[in-house]
């Protein structure tokens, strides 16, 4: 149990163009959904925190218009990258709370993005 | 805000031999301690946690244990085997996770 899928896997893009990634509860009610950035051989940094029908909470320093996040029901948020520069290029990886205790997260396998 | 501090950066175990991962938190507040085991190009699986009404935690071969007075933790991985080989990230949780900055173990055949 407690399943949290990422779509698409991998996506490469040209540089301005937009990409959205979905991050997806499969077994599950996500109260809380969270999206990380992780560059090679470096840690998990936060980027946003999500509720369901709540407007997204930012970490300092992310832009919310580069980065626009949707959580739009308790089994899905989306991730959509606007306007993306290669120095977007990195690994999106997103979690859930809700299956369970209300802190443990459940990670979904990530995506890679490479922007042109 | 919350800072975690990793220690060390990278081990390199024999097979067979104990590996042992520490971890240092400040913010007090924090109550949840999760381990996650990173593989290359996979999210992070939790492999073991503690709460901080707890001093240590065992399941087979990993175990973590908590020391809330000094603000520390470690993960304990006895008998290594190769398949141990990842990164392994601590966390601290107050609301929300801070990561360490990982530990790239090694487990030589």
């Known amino acids: 149990g407690a399943v949290v899928s990422q779509h698409p896997s991998w996506v490469i893009c040209k540089s301005g163009t937009s990409v959205k990634i979905e991050c997806r509860s499969l077994?599950?009610?996500?109260?809380?959904m969270f999206w990380y950035r992780q560059f090679p051989k470096q840690s998990l940094m936060l980027m946003a925190t999500?509720?369901?029908?709540?407007?997204?909470?930012?970490e300092q320093g992310v832009e919310k218009d580069k980065f626009l996040i949707n959580h739009a029901s308790l089994t899905l948020s989306t991730l959509t990258v606007t306007s993306a520069h290669p120095e977007d290029s990195s690994f999106y990886i997103c979690?859930?709370?809700?299956?369970?205790?209300?802190?443990?997260?459940?990670f979904g396998p990530g995506t890679r993005l490479t922007v042109l | 805000g919350e800072n975690v501090e990793q220690h060390p950066s990278t081990l390199s175990v024999q097979e067979g031999d104990s590996a042992v991962i520490k971890c240092t938190y400040s913010?007090?507040?924090?109550?949840?301690f999760p381990w996650y085991k990173q593989e290359l190009g996979k999210g992070p699986q939790l492999i073991i946690d503690?709460?901080?009404?707890?001093g240590e935690k065992k399941d087979q071969r990993i175990a973590v244990t908590l020391n809330k007075t000094a603000k520390h933790f470690s993960l304990h991985i006895t008998e290594t085997q190769p398949e141990d080989s990842a990164v392994y990230f601590c966390?601290?949780?107050?609301?929300?996770?801070?990561f360490g900055d990982g530990t790239t173990l090694t487990v030589k055949p």
């Open positions: 979690s859930a709370t809700g299956a369970g205790a209300t802190d443990t997260q459940y």
């Open positions: 077994d599950f009610q996500a109260t809380t």
């Open positions: 999500s509720n369901e029908g709540s407007k997204a909470t930012y």
């Open positions: 913010d007090s507040a924090s109550n949840y």
């Open positions: 503690i709460r901080s009404n707890v």
């Open positions: 966390a601290a949780w107050s609301g929300k996770s801070t």
